[in-house]
């Protein structure tokens, strides 16, 4: 619940206080790099499925939940970051498919909203939300290579 209310937070605060107007222009340089994320997971999951590298992980159970195995979290992290990169990518598409039409915008607070804005606020969430996952991807695989360098 607290991470569905930061999110919402975080969402209106990208869609009013830090609202970027020529977010268009960015729009395309982020589906590349969002292709470009979602193409090395994926290609890294089929390099991992067809490595003895899986099967070390799936041995090892996970520290912080002992139902799933190292290679469950290195999974739901690969998930993550394919689903959290297709959404953003999905979300700046319908922005384009709205970037012609005229929503209401509400005022308050000193502060603009309309349909648009949130979609553009939506986009930037889930931007940066990739990014950060695919960092932290990036670590934990490191670690499992270098884990697994060890051991042979």
Known sequence: ???????????FLLSTYLY??????????IITFLSIITGFCITALSIISTSNFAKQLYKFED?????KTLLHNLMD??????LSSSTAIV???VTFYFSNVVFYK??????????KSVLIGVVWYFTIVSIII???LVFMFSKFVIQSAKRQ
Do not use: Q
């Not at 992290?77 to 394919?82: A, D, E, G, V, Y």
């Open 1 to 11: 619940m607290k991470r569905i209310t930061l999110s919402i937070i975080i969402i």
């Open 20 to 29: 970027l107007e020529n977010t268009d222009l960015a729009f395309g340089h």
């Open 63 to 67: 520290p912080k939940n002992n139902s």
């Open 77 to 82: 992290t690969f998930k993550n970051c394919i």
């Open 91 to 93: 979300f700046i598409l």
């Open 106 to 115: 509400i005022e308050f607070l000193r502060t603009c909203i309309s349909i």
């Open 134 to 136: 695919f960092i932290r």
